[in-house]
């Protein structure tokens, strides 16, 4: 965390730094907050983004027509990866209804982590549609909870009708080692992309 | 720029012009005066880093502004030599991601904060910064 450091001189200002973003979707309560929390240099942060978009849905309790909003959470981590380069993580809301919100999260995200629960893979479906869909890569991490059975890779690909490039990872989103394993596969996602398309 | 700060709009006796209870259905207006959009902030990203214009090169008359709410000095105190994400101000300060960008947004034009973007958001960062990325998770 050199950059943000609380003692750098303050006579003037820093360079900015590149700033990264990842994110980790998956069903409520999957351990998004976790995994984010594994690998972060801070404790991770709580957002609220505020949705104000008439006619877009808001909190089914509403039911009220009209300019009102809703705030939805977020929270995230940081990783300083070098003096001029930050990567930051988000976990982003698991609800379906707030899919649009991700479009603004998904822009210009390098990747996704896919968190599932196999007591629950119909949770992460929403989420590796949406990715799908944009041609996001992704990298399904299969979060191994205590007393869950342990399927095989394969299993979880056929279930959930992946593609064949997705990498699918068994996982614990509390051990900072397994976490790192998963998000450097997202990246080499979009490395071998630009390598492909370059060469 | 000092119209469509907050201040210029009704409700100028409020103290606090937004509302920490509003609890998860509140009205736009409220939070931040019905500038809703963010053209002011158009186009800041989460990730978007703030940072505090030197101070000898702030407009005078930008500080000297009252219509800077305690929340717009809060911003510039806390980006001033320390780059912060539009995500970590929001956090820092608890308020919602729309608001730090419409008061950011206000602060680029007074001229008291600069917002960096080295990677545009639609750009997707290059090799070589992606190999720094693997390599920096791998030594985490
Ligand atoms: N045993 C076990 N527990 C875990 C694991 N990952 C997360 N948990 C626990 O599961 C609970 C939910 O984890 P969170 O990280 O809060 O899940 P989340 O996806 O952020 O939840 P929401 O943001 O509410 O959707 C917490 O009590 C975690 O401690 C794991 O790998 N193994
Ligand atoms: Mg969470």
Redesign the interface.
């Known amino acids: 965390m050199r950059l943000l450091r609380a003692d750098r001189g303050r006579t003037r200002p820093a360079p900015a730094p590149v700033a990264l973003k990842l994110l980790v979707a998956g069903g409520f309560g999957v351990g998004k907050t976790t995994l984010v929390g594994a690998v972060s240099e801070i404790r991770p942060l709580h957002t609220e983004e505020l949705l104000t978009e008439a006619g877009r849905p808001v909190d089914d309790t509403a039911g009220v027509e009209g300019k009102r909003t809703t705030t939805v959470a977020m929270d995230f981590g940081r990783i300083t990866l070098r003096d001029d380069l930050v990567l930051y993580l988000f976990g982003t809301p698991g609800q379906d209804r707030f899919w649009f919100l991700w479009d603004e999260l998904a822009r210009g995200a390098l990747g996704a982590v896919v968190l599932a629960d196999t007591r629950r893979l119909q949770d992460c479906f929403a989420a590796v549609d949406y990715f799908e869909r944009r041609s996001i890569p992704f990298t399904l991490a299969v979060n191994c909870f205590d007393g869950a059975d342990r399927y095989p890779e394969d299993d979880v690909r056929a279930a959930l009708d992946l593609d064949p490039g997705v990498p699918v990872i068994l996982c614990d989103a509390r051990e900072k080692e397994s976490v790192k394993g998963v998000l450097v596969s997202v990246v080499e996602q979009r490395f071998a992309e630009l390598a492909h398309r370059a060469g | 720029m000092t119209a469509g700060l907050p201040g210029d709009g009704p409700g100028d006796g409020d103290v606090r012009w937004y509302d920490d209870a509003a609890g ?5 207006y409220a ?1 931040t005066r019905g500038r ?2 963010i053209a002011d902030g158009a186009g800041l ?5 703030v ?4 101070p000898a090169g702030r407009p005078a008359a930008a500080l000297a502004d009252q219509t800077l709410s305690p929340e717009h000095l809060d911003i510039v105190d806390l980006t ?6 539009v ?2 101000l ?3 300060l608890d308020l ?4 730090v960008r419409v008061l950011v947004g206000d602060l680029v034009h007074a001229g008291l904060v ?1 917002v ?12 070589s ?6 390599d ?3 030594a ?1």
């Open positions: 998860p259905v509140v009205r736009p939070m809703t959009r990203d989460l990730i978007a880093v940072v505090a214009e030197d001033e030599g320390l780059p912060r994400s995500a970590e929001a956090a820092g919602p991601v729309g608001v600069r960096t973007r080295p990677v545009p958001p639609a750009e997707l960062p290059d090799e910064i992606l190999r720094v990325v693997i920096g998770l791998r985490l």
